[in-house]
């Protein structure tokens, strides 16, 4: 049962980071425009199960007027909402309360500001620190994303990869050099996505619900979310039912995907297998630029 909708406001984001799951950068393409907000945030109302909006990217705050404007109208369908970002606006605790300040009189009810190395390198203070600041001291609820670099790391048991980044995305092709890999039969389940019964989807600017970066449910300007949510048969759908069946390695196994003989994680076996299917299955696997192609 659908609780949560996260719209993807823009792919466009200042930076390009290793850990990307969506290869968000200066020259990504896809940004909302306010009716299509507006259509999309009916058919959650319509929907009748979701109680929580998100707008991230992409970075949302480089479209700042439509990110108000999107904030409100969720908040007047009865939405609580929260924004994701890097905090790159917070140049001082001051200033980043100029930009939240309009926001938290539209409604807003929380966000979470990223703060690791993979964004902001090693500095003292980031933006999301002078953000987090800015945020208390006008009331709004805020909390930070951390996600740890990859490494290697000995163990009792031998040598492990350590880090939160999931290799979806552009961290395929930044992150993976040196790490300790394992064999692609060992991959028998999807250990982070709920397939069989998601609890939230995101949305793109090309109506794409994803349930998965560039795994997708169907296109919302093609079949309306309620239509789309009563008709997923998770075990008919032909990526989802493979890795319900058993993981990325039956989806590899199925499709006889040409594969590596072995992957870092259970993200890395699945990407690169849905990257090798993309051309055969493009009604479930988009946009392409989700898989670093054009």
Known sequence: MLTGLHFLLTYKCLSECDHCFVYGGPHAEGTFTLAQVRAALDQAKGLGTITRVFFEGGEPFLYYPLLIAAVREARA?????????????????????????????????DIMLSEDELHFGQVSETP?????????????QADTLATASPCMQETPSGPQVSGDV?????????????????????FTECPHEDLGDPGRVHLDPFGHVHLCQGLLMGIIWETPLKQMVAAYIPQTHPIVGALLR????????????????????????CYAARRALIDRFPAYLAP???YGMQ
């Open 246 to 269: 058993g993981g990325p390695a039956q989806l590899i196994r199925e499709f006889d995907v040409a594969h590596e003989p072995g992957y870092v994680d259970a993200c890395h076996a």
């Open 166 to 186: 999931m290799f979806r995305g552009r961290a395929v092709e930044k992150l993976t050099a040196g790490l300790l890999r394992r064999r692609w039969e060992s």
């Open 77 to 109: 369908r009865g939405f609580e909402v929260g924004i994701v970002s890097n905090a790159y606006f917070a140049t001082a605790a001051e200033d980043a309360r100029l930009s939240l300040e309009p926001l938290l009189q539209a409604g807003l009810t």
């Open 288 to 290: 392409r630029q989700v």
């Open 128 to 140: 999301a620190r002078l953000a987090k600041e800015a945020a208390a001291a006008v009331g709004l």
